[in-house]
């Protein structure tokens, strides 16, 4: 009997096992959704848009550069608090912005997965050469935001799932030089494609307008070319390409790279859904005090109050009940999010004209006007900005700087966090920054770079021995800021 009942027991332990084999050799497989392979690369796109406006372009990178920038003073009695008042285990932590690093190589291996399809030809890609060039001009900006912000990164090794768990950290350098090699594959490969429409409905950003893909490539190319300003060899050389790059994204009719709507319902703006749900910002005396009352801007500013306040106060920073005035454009919802603005193209070719002594005057007016006239039109002023852009008289490189530290206080505090790092690796200031807490006890607190994501320092050892305690964040440069 007892030999029986161990038989028995025998056959039902090995058909358990058997059972939690087959339930082992499944739980990872999603069986809800079809497989990457199996769908189209078209249909990949809206997600790669969205995501970049709002997890890489607009997400935490934003909101807490938003404060470092002193274009909105961190408020809140929480994050953001900590943040203004630069406490330093905030800013080095790998945890504050693990969620956007995530988010952003998430987001990148999407798009490869796209760029793979038409490369390969699967599932009916091949040919579609206007929407490769989409997929990489999204590749770049995404990769470019991640090296601006941390520096070295994995970028060859990256995006390879099973294959390569654990990449190694590539060198800004050599980032750059793929980003811009990809932005040339993408310029020739929309070129190829101009007369398709292989995107169909899912191009929520240009409607299939291929010119405007093409000028946003020229555009990406400027910017990642005058970012490298302060450590180039031959400046004029670089400038001429500056230049170069930003007039054919001109000529080409760039209207800026934004997100609107999505299949014809306006969406929320991520400022907007970020301030109702927390009230972490309130208006910057650095940027009230830049604009002036003359400046048409200045009302929505301070939300119609004329209050502003100043950076590091710790009374301010400790509010969180939302009585603080703030920019009254993130109580809209309805604005659109740019990727890469108008404002910022003109800015870019101004400042290319001026560094080769050239009149840059028109072009320092066009960025000017095209940021009051939006925030005008989003608050239904029909003001002429014309008197106030033409009191600012020929441009300086100072007012340049001055006026586009302004004009990306609405929803490009990453590119100011760039510029401000490029202007001190080449010896200049233009945009005063008052906050206290930026030095304590004689010690730097404000970051040079970003700390990388939790995630990578708990499983990638490549990137934990860069990280160590995260204070690395306060003394090392990226390279194109003058570091290694």
Not at 256 to 269: A, H, L, P, S
Not at 294 to 323: I, L, M, N
């Amino acid at each position: 009997m007892k030999k029986y009942i161990l038989s028995v027991l025998s056959i039902a332990f090995l058909g358990l096992t058997s059972c939690t084999e087959d339930i082992m050799d499944d739980i990872n497989k999603d069986n809800q959704h079809p497989a990457p392979e199996n769908v189209s690369a078209a249909l990949q796109l809206t997600d790669a848009i969205m995501a970049t406006g709002f997890s890489t372009v607009s997400g935490d990178y934003a909101f807490y550069l938003s404060s470092l920038n002193e274009q909105e003073i961190g408020i809140g009695n929480n994050q953001l608090m900590r943040a203004e008042l630069r406490n330093s285990s905030e800013w080095a932590a790998s945890t504050t912005f693990n969620n956007v690093w995530n988010a952003t190589y998430g987001n990148l291996m999407n798009i490869r997965q796209m760029i793979d399809k038409i490369n390969t030809g699967t599932q009916g890609n091949a040919g579609k050469y206007d929407l490769l060039g989409m997929a990489q001009v999204l590749e770049a900006l995404n990769f470019g935001v991640l090296t601006d912000m941390h520096g070295d990164i994995p970028y060859s090794e990256a995006l390879l799932g099973q294959e390569n768990l654990q990449p190694k950290l590539d060198a800004q350098k050599d980032v750059y030089a793929g980003i811009l090699k990809t932005l040339e594959e993408a310029i020739s490969n929309l070129e190829k494609g101009k007369d398709l429409e292989s995107a169909g409905n899912q191009d929520i950003a240009f409607k299939n307008d291929n010119e405007q893909w093409m000028a946003t490539a020229y555009a990406l190319k400027a910017r990642y070319l005058i970012h490298q300003l302060a450590v180039t060899e031959d400046r004029n050389a670089l400038l001429t390409e500056v230049k170069a790059a930003a007039g054919k994204a001109v000529e080409l009719g760039f209207k800026g790279f934004m997100i609107k709507e999505f299949n014809g319902v306006t969406c929320d703006n991520p400022w907007s859904a970020y301030l109702w749900s927390r009230y972490y910002i309130a208006s910057s005396k650095t940027v009230a005090d830049l604009m002036g009352s003359d400046d048409p801007r200045f009302t929505y500013y301070t939300y119609e109050t004329g209050e502003s306040y100043t950076p590091g106060d710790e009374t301010v920073a400790q509010v969180a009940d939302g009585s603080l005035a703030f920019p009254e454009w993130y109580d809209l919802g309805t604005q659109p999010l740019h990727l890469f603005s108008v404002s910022e193209l003109y800015f870019i070719l101004a400042e290319a004209k001026l560094r080769l002594n050239e009149d840059a005057t028109s072009e320092f007016q066009k960025a000017v006007t095209a940021s009051i006239s939006e925030i005008l039109g989003w608050c239904e002023d029909d003001s002429d900005a014309s008197a106030y852009v033409n009191s600012l008289g020929t441009p300086t490189l100072k007012t340049l700087f001055e006026q586009k530290y302004i004009a990306q206080c609405t929803d490009e505090q990453v590119e100011t966090y760039n510029d401000l790092r490029r202007l001190k690796a080449m010896g200049e200031s233009y945009v005063v920054l008052t906050n206290p807490y930026n030095t304590q006890g004689g010690v730097n607190r404000y970051p040079e770079r970003l700390p990388y994501g939790n995630s990578s320092v708990l499983s990638n050892p490549n990137i934990s021995s860069v990280y160590g305690d995260g204070y690395y964040i306060y003394t090392e440069k990226t390279w194109i800021n003058g570091g290694k």
